[in-house]
């Protein structure tokens, strides 16, 4: 699949938007540590769980592979 494509469908998950120039650079290295899917449910999860004013810049959170962290 082409990285813009999985790159725009992540960042449909991902509840905060902005910043998205410095997450589109983010993503692509965050793609070869998980996948797609794990990214997508990771970031719907974060932000069911985080309070909107609390989330993270969506660049920052890839590259901190927050992704793992389970619960935030």
Known sequence: MDLDIEFEEWWLAYPRKE????????FGLACRLTDLDVLKSSARAYGERVPKVEQGLPGGWLRGERWGDGDE
């Open 19 to 26: 910043g998205k120039a410095d997450a589109r650079k983010a």
